[in-house]
């Protein structure tokens, strides 16, 4: 197995397989987030974006520590 970079918060209960894969879609959208970071310095990045990626963000952050 793998060596994984997150664990579950306390409290958060999921199967194994389950938190593996919401784990990688955590991590894709963590790339996405320094995406659109990168496009805050260009006024082409719509703010609507940038809020939708901060809520999974923090939704991640409430499932995973990182």
């Known amino acids: 197995m793998e060596k994984q970079n997150w664990n579950l918060q306390p409290g958060i209960q999921m199967d194994p397989k389950l938190a593996?894969?919401?784990a990688r879609m955590a991590c894709a959208l963590k790339s996405l987030d320094v995406y659109t970071s990168m496009l805050l310095d260009d006024e082409?990045?719509?703010e609507d974006l940038r809020?939708?990626?901060q809520e999974g963000l923090d939704a991640m952050a409430r499932?995973?520590?990182w």
């Open 20 to 22: 593996e894969d919401v």
């Open 63 to 65: 499932v995973f520590q």
């Open 44 to 46: 082409g990045c719509p």
């Open 51 to 53: 809020q939708t990626v």
